[in-house]
């Protein structure tokens, strides 16, 4: 072939190739939306068994891989699969327990969207909802006994009031009635504790939360055995559920630091509810590091996380909205897990959709917020709290 045309060189004269012998120190990150070979066969190869290397990234992307293969290591699973958000995971766990004509058991303080994705997308296939206080193992087992599920879902902390799930149980009453265990461990996260070494099925996480950690990468993560995650990928391979390799990448920067994080956050959220149970302010602190409480000390770290809640006294619907009017470094944001720290308040939120009735049965009052302990300095965030409580008394 003679010297290439212009046209051509731009196309063609990147490096393409490794740049062995040097080995990066940091993750690379691969955006090839294919992947070719010198030797057709091994192309071949890929088609048949994607494990064997990358041909499409619908099929995988050495990027994603190797966010799916940090968190599998993580959770102590076979195998994880890497999805564009959270509830895309938990779709994916749905999609393979919710057939049609089964019954679904989920603990009803679980995140919002997740019910209502069974709810509103898994009836029309004839899938049939119950939900169960997951605390109460009595109806747990009763329910699941009526029903016999295919699935049960929980969450390994609640929200918004922060009690911890008996993992170990549920998985026996699962598996004793024909279900798999499926467990939320978002807020925990494996540093806090590893539901499958407790008997759960698979666990899911949003990553935009604390593995991500840095509010800027929405993601989520299933894990399990090798057979059940091979099931979901096939789904996603053809349903086209993927993260770009990006937001994989970012969610890998994440958790280099997650064990440090997730030190950091309990340690200020504990001084935080330390502080807020001091003061008269308020009724109650919710918060799983606060008493030696028995399933706390059994299912999580020492480390309790970065998550609570409390009730002003005598705060209503209309103050609390003063308090989150007056909070100034820690910023009102339906999020949580980032470095900085962020509030919402239940009633207007996550549980607006609910009857006040239905509100105070759960235990959650009008005078009710939660915080994301961020990483920031305690004193700081406390003398934050410090005025917007103030501003929410009536
Ligand atoms: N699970 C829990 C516990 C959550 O808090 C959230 C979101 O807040 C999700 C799942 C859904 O995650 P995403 O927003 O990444 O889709």
New binding site residues.
Partial sequence: MGAQKLATIAVHAADYGSIAPAIPTVPPLHVATAFTFEDYADLDKVFDDPREGYAYARFGNPTVRSLEAMMAALEGAEASIAYP????A?DGVFALYGTPGSHVLISRD??G??LSLMRQQYAQIGVTLHTVDATDLDDVRAQAEAYKPTLIHA?VIS?PLMKVSDIAALAEIAHANGAALSV?N??GTPILTQPLAHGADVVLH?T??FIGGHGDV???VVSGSLDVITKMRDRARTNGSVPGPFDAWLTVRGIHTLHLRMKAHSANALAVAKWLQADDRIDAVHYPGLEPEHLASQFLSDDRGGLLSFEIRGATLESCGRYLEAVSLLKPAT??GDVSSVTLHPARSSHRGFTVAERADWGIRDNLVRISVGIEDVDDIIADLDQAISAAIV
């Fill in positions: 958000s959270g509830m895309a938990v679980v995140y969207a997740t969450e929200n939320d978002t807020f949003s935009t939360k929405l993601g989520g999020t949580l």
